[in-house]
């Protein structure tokens, strides 16, 4: 029997620190089921001790989840780990992640400690996580940074004190492959009650090492992989489930362990969750871009109608392409789509929920013939974000572009209430429109990315535009899907500027970036 690979997915929570990432609390539930039901091991829901919208989301997540374990992470403070051990109450199966720097410039710098009042804060800590579960994890931050005698002193006293999962993060993507592979073997073989501890990695992706570091620590005695859905992370982002996942399955002859993920569910979580944070996935993307399994070259077209493994290491319905269409029309009823939204992990909190989305699902069957998954996800996404602090809300839109004159577009918004109309000229239809809007909202934000990508397949289908504002240093993402795609962009526009009107009460002292 092949050891097994526990799978740590830390989306919800390293991945919502992609600048402009932020979900919400329904959001990290749908992603959490859909995480729930790719048999993701762990799933770490956030930091509680950040705000009270991450303690509250952390907290909804516990409640939802049952067959998966439930994560929360707190610095190694008593506060902290108690807010952590709170929201996670209401969980079936939960952990407690905490993390203290060990690097020399961390402790040195950022601190301000000495090497062993770290590991006094690291065992008290981890004694007091103990007090909520006896599922405690313990990472120490830069580990790949650090000194290879002192990770051993502190994992050597935490182990002793009751963490159970050993972390060593790659916090910066410093490591190399074989740098980082003989660092867990060297760590597994030196600390003599190594064997009471599974060893994790969490690397990120800053040289783009992040998956290569990884696999590297798995062949050297690493039994759990932190990683997150599309790679999403802060900076360059982390490593990716879809890849690290697919690698062991795929070479079997080479790794010696398995994981317990439906893979099939892979392809629906990533565009689930590119939906929700407006992070679109580039189409040569590994395993989950929309390139993946494409063949433009005539030799490999002709190899692979031969004989598919000519030029295919994996298949393309292993990881969910061919799952995405449902059986749903303009004719179906309610009770076929409250059904179908179930199994893809929406519930609906009551009637009035339910009713406002199969409205909005007649009108898309309406304007386009061929529904999908990915579309119901973005209707889902789009009531998600109207319903949520929508001070703004787009009520009309007249557009005017015709060749040899200038763009030009008015736009009539709702602001708390109150209806406002505005117009202007741009380069084209979309910045006409966008104009518009700033001369009504005047946030003064740079619009610092603008990104289409289509939701599904055919000349009817959906764009789901994505817009990035900056104002004062704040980042925030905005997204908005429709056939049309000047609609699309107004609605992501609108969308961007209900979060520059909310404040942002999220506290990271550390950014819990392990």
């Not at 108690?82 to 203290?100: M, N, P, Q, V």
Request: glycine fraction near 8%; charge should be negative; aromatic fraction near 6%.
């Amino acid at each position: 029997m092949k050891d097994k690979l526990i799978i740590f997915d830390t989306t919800l929570r390293d991945g919502e620190q992609s600048p402009g990432a932020s979900m919400t609390r329904d959001e990290k539930v749908r992603i959490a089921r859909a995480l729930e039901r790719m048999k993701v091991d762990v799933i770490e829901a956030g930091f509680p001790a950040a705000s009270q919208g991450d303690f509250e989301a952390v907290q909804a997540v516990a409640d939802a989840v049952k067959d998966s374990t439930v994560c929360g992470l707190a610095r190694a403070l008593d506060k902290d780990i108690d807010r952590a051990g709170e929201a996670l109450k209401g969980a079936k199966s939960s952990r407690i992640h905490t993390f203290i720097a060990t690097s020399p410039i961390h402790m040195q710098m950022k601190l301000n400690m000495q090497p062993e009042q770290v590991i006094e804060y690291a065992v008290r800590a981890v004694k007091r996580a103990r007090q909520y579960t006896d599922n405690v994890e313990f990472s120490p931050e830069d580990a790949g940074r650090s000194e290879e005698d002192f990770l051993c002193r502190i994992l050597e006293a935490v182990i002793d004190a009751g963490a159970t999962t050993l972390n060593i993060p790659d916090t910066v993507g410093y490591s190399m492959p074989q740098q980082f592979g003989a660092t867990i073997a060297n760590l597994i073989q030196r600390i003599p009650n190594s064997d009471k501890a599974i060893f994790s990695v969490h690397c990120h992706n800053d040289l783009g090492l992040a998956v290569a570091n990884s696999l590297s620590a798995v062949m050297n005695g690493a039994r759990q992989v932190e990683c997150t859905i599309n790679g999403l992370g802060e900076r360059a982002g982390n490593a990716s489930l879809e890849e690290v996942v697919m690698a062991v399955r795929t070479r079997q002859d080479f790794f010696p362990c398995v994981t317990g993920l439906d893979t099939r569910e892979i392809v629906t979580c990533s565009k689930l969750v590119s939906s929700i944070t407006g992070f679109p996935v580039q189409p040569n993307k590994a395993i989950v871009g929309a390139n993946a399994f494409a063949h433009e070259s005539g030799i490999h077209q002709d190899g692979v109608l031969k004989n598919r493994e000519t030029y295919e290491i994996m298949r393309a319905e292993d990881v969910g392409w061919t799952t995405n269409r449902m059986v749903l029309g303009k004719h179906s009823g309610r009770n076929a789509f409250k059904t179908r939204m179930a199994e893809l992990g929406v519930d609906f909190a009551g009637e009035a929920d339910l009713n406002d989305a199969f409205f909005r699902f007649k009108q898309l069957a309406d304007k386009k013939h061929d529904i999908f998954d990915e579309d119901l996800q973005a209707l889902i996404s789009e009531q998600g974000f109207e319903a949520e602090d929508e001070h703004i809300k787009l009520v009309a839109l007249k557009v005017c572009s015709e060749t040899g004159e200038i763009p030009n577009a008015t736009v009539t918004i709702r602001v708390d209430g109150k209806e406002m109309t505005g117009s202007a000229q741009g380069g084209g239809a979309v910045d006409a429109s966008l104009m518009a809007i700033e001369s009504l909202v005047k946030t003064g934000a740079t619009l610092a990315l603008y990104s289409v990508n289509n939701i599904t397949t055919g000349t009817d289908a959906q764009g789901e535009v994505t817009v990035r504002l900056e104002n004062a240093g704040r980042i925030v993402n905005g997204s908005g899907a429709d056939t049309d795609i000047v609609i699309a962009s107004a609605k992501a526009y609108i969308n961007a500027v209900n979060k520059l009107q909310i404040p942002d009460q999220r506290q990271h002292p550390q950014k819990g970036d392990v």
